[in-house]
């Protein structure tokens, strides 16, 4: 019977012969994910799914060197998503992969290259029995620390194997590292620059010749890979280097970076903060797109910020913690205050904090500034752009005219939502102004609230009325 897909041989095939005859045929690992990727072109669906913002920068660099068969290697700062696309090329390989059972390195049924699958066929022939491999399985990843050896990698002689009588020439003495049991699948090293340069001479024949010696054995497999590092540009200078050959082997360099627009960000943060299952009892959580876009600009700041290192970056994982603090801090005022639905106010920015300061390096050069205060300053940067870029100090003249005469608003953990929307009347202009940024009056009280806060902070920010903070909260005032 001759297959009609790759895929439909899974099924049928059980033993060398019956996927003979199916008609399946072997390719390399890089002509696997080759022909897969030009089905999504042709299909004009996702390549990477999931990833944001790489579309006309990073997506096409990775594409040709995909097509050209090209090792490569992620080029960026923390945080630029290098590792989630290496895992995600498995989404290019077939669902499926046949592979000689008891073989150790994912053998191919037609061409097996360990001792232990060939000896298998040589018995047995086409009555040789295979398994299938899904796709998740044929991707092995390390993180490169300087303790790794050759032997993690490559392989070492098994001294429990020699012990049960095997002499040391004999090939099944050896236990294949990490490298070898990749065998035609993906391999990827995160972090390349950290690896020790002596164990990075070890790959250079992975990545050219395609093979491996273990312990001076003269033991060549040719292996089938497509082998993907990842690294940080500072790594260079501060903790290590890529030897030049290495370099010279991995086919492709392709630069990540950060998210360009607020958007971008947002949607990442949407896409990988926390989420929790709903319980009973529990308040939802609700976080307006005002709150969410001034999160972003915080980061988008801090990128552009001189007192903070960029040549170590601002990882978007800065913008997913603070979403994620700022959700629970709203959570807890809804518990305490008895609401059924929590959205994170102003009042609650001084929680990022916490969650920003451990993931920034601060330059050496400049003012001696602690790093809470640095960043207290970049989230009054932040909320006076969102107010900027939504509303302005004109449209709120009836607002300050209130103030000025003598109009008090209390804000703070202590005040229920609800309050804030009871004082609305009290408000002139208000209620245009939280349009503006989104808030219709069928809104809940808890999203209305913070919109109310954005507001008046917008206009002390643009010294138009005062503020007082105080143990109960915050008072804003003529």
């Known amino acids: 019977m001759v297959e009609s897909s790759r895929a439909s041989a899974q099924p049928l095939a059980r033993t060398v012969g019956a996927l003979r005859a199916s008609g399946w045929q072997s390719r390399t690992v890089k002509e696997e994910i080759r022909a897969n990727l030009l ?8 390549v990477l799914p999931g990833i944001v913002g790489y579309d006309d920068t990073v997506l096409p660099a990775l594409e040709n060197a995909l097509l050209a068969g090209q090792d490569l290697v992620f080029l960026g700062e923390r945080g630029q998503a290098k590792t989630r696309m290496a895992r995600g090329l498995v989404g290019l390989l077939d669902p499926w992969l046949p592979a000689i059972r008891g073989g150790e390195l994912n053998d191919d049924p ?3 290259i360990s001792a232990a699958a060939r000896a298998l066929v040589a018995e047995a022939g086409d009555e040789t029995p295979i398994e299938w491999i899904p796709a998740d399985r044929r991707y092995a990843e390390k993180l490169a620390t300087p303790d790794i050896t050759i032997a993690d990698l490559i392989g070492e002689v098994d001294p429990i194997r020699v012990a049960e009588g095997r002499y040391l020439s004999d090939e099944l003495t050896l236990h294949y590292g990490l490298v070898p049991r990749a065998n035609r699948g993906i391999f990827a090293i995160n972090e ?8 990075q001479v070890g790959l250079l024949n992975i990545l050219e010749e395609r093979d491996v010696q273990i312990r001076g054995f003269q033991v060549r497999l040719p292996l089938d890979l497509l082998v993907v590092a990842s690294a940080n540009p500072e790594d260079y200078t501060s903790r290590g280097r890529i030897i030049t050959p290495l370099k010279d082997r991995l086919g492709s360099q392709v630069r990540t970076h950060y ?7 947002v949607a990442i943060v949407r896409q990988e903060k926390l989420r929790f299952a709903p319980a009973e009892g529990v308040p939802t959580v609700v976080v307006p797109p005002f709150m969410e876009e001034l999160v972003a600009e915080l980061s988008h700041l801090a990128r552009r910020s001189p007192e903070i290192s960029q040549r170590s970056g601002v990882s978007v994982r800065v913008s ?3 979403v994620e603090v700022l959700e629970a801090a709203a959570l807890k005022r809804a518990v305490r205050l008895g609401e059924r639905t ?4 102003i009042s609650d920015l001084g929680a990022v904090v916490a969650s920003t300061v451990g993931k920034l390096e601060l330059e050496t050069a400049g003012d001696d500034l602690p ?3 640095i960043v207290e300053r970049l989230i009054t940067k932040a909320t006076f752009a969102t107010f900027g870029r939504h509303l302005g100090v004109d449209v709120l003249a009836d607002l300050v005219t209130a103030f000025e005469d003598g109009l008090v608003m209390e804000t703070g953990d202590r005040v229920p939502s609800a309050d804030y929307v009871r004082r609305l009347p009290e408000l002139p202009g208000m209620a245009a102004a939280i349009r503006r940024l989104g808030v219709t009056g069928k809104a809940d009280d808890a ?7 954005l507001v008046l902070e917008g206009l002390h920010l643009s010294r138009r009325i005062n503020k007082d903070r105080a143990a109960a909260g915050i008072t804003y005032r003529r």
């Open 320 to 322: 997913v913690a603070n």
């Open 110 to 112: 037609y061409a097996p």
């Open 342 to 345: 929590a959205a994170p106010r």
């Open 259 to 265: 998210p360009r627009t607020l958007d971008q960000e």
């Open 39 to 46: 089905a999504r072109l042709a299909a004009g669906t996702s």
């Open 371 to 373: 790093e809470e205060r």
């Open 192 to 199: 390349l620059p950290d690896l020790a340069e002596r164990i």
């Open 447 to 453: 999203v209305i609230a913070s919109a109310i806060e």
